[in-house]
């Protein structure tokens, strides 16, 4: 299995209510990453876990809480977002140690989320 | 980690062999290049990586000179379905789980 599998793909979603993304990989790799990716921009990292522990956060409003329950799952949970937060987001998934980096990172198709 | 500059946009005929130029000057000895590609709606896909040199595989080739301050992506021959956005990225060899940032990456239109 080489991929990344994100669920859902589409939320609409309102500014009061909560809700999580979720992201899965049975690759083995030891690190898991949220991107944000608005239309025509690059993706933006938002959050890095390495072995199941958050190793790198980008300055993410409190609003976005990242988990990683085991090696293979991560979520993102949503709460009170705000219409700016409407965005593609994206699970990417590595080796930890960029000793071997053969393949490189491993991206999921996404979520849209639309906040109303 | 290294910055790098690419070209906004570019434009090719179908059939024509592309190269996407990125420029990254403060390159660190331990540093490797890496390009993706992005469809729209989709996550980025690996296309290749490489140190030095030349590397190709199925789909890509990659030139990287000698003082490694500038790579070329070379697609050969390429279609429509290869209408994409292309990004470069330089990362640390060796350490652990880091920061992947993407630049501004460079838009390829492939018309008929």
């Known amino acids: 299995d080489t991929e990344v599998t994100q669920t859902p793909k589409h939320l609409v979603m309102g500014m009061t209510n909560k809700k999580s993304l979720k992201c899965e990989q049975h690759m083995g790799h030891r690190a898991m990453y949220w991107y944000k990716q608005k239309a025509k921009k690059p993706p933006e990292l938002m959050f890095v876990y390495s072995y199941e522990k958050l190793s790198i956060n980008e300055s993410v409003p409190s609003r976005f809480s990242p988990e990683c329950p085991n090696s293979s799952l991560l979520n993102l949970h949503l709460h009170a977002l705000q219409p700016e937060d409407s965005a593609l987001y994206l699970c990417?998934?590595?080796?930890?140690?960029?000793?071997?980096?053969?393949?490189?990172?491993?991206f999921g198709s996404g979520t849209r989320l639309t906040v109303v | 980690l290294a910055k790098t500059t690419q070209p906004i946009s570019m434009d090719s005929y179908e059939g024509q062999e592309v190269n996407i130029t990125c420029s990254h000057n403060n390159i660190a000895t331990n540093d490797y290049i890496t390009w993706y590609q992005q469809f729209p709606s989709q996550g980025p896909r690996f296309i290749i990586q490489g140190y030095k040199t030349k590397v190709t595989n199925e789909v890509a080739s990659l030139f990287i000179p000698a003082d490694r301050k500038s790579s070329t992506l070379s697609l050969p021959r390429v279609s429509l379905s290869d209408t994409a956005v292309y990004y470069c990225?330089?990362?640390?060899?060796?350490?652990?789980?880091?920061?992947?940032?993407f630049g501004t990456g460079t838009r390829l239109q492939v018309t008929l």
């Open positions: 990225l330089v990362l640390p060899r060796g350490g652990t789980a880091s920061k992947l940032t």
């Open positions: 990417a998934s590595s080796q930890a140690s960029l000793l071997d980096i053969t393949g490189g990172y491993t």
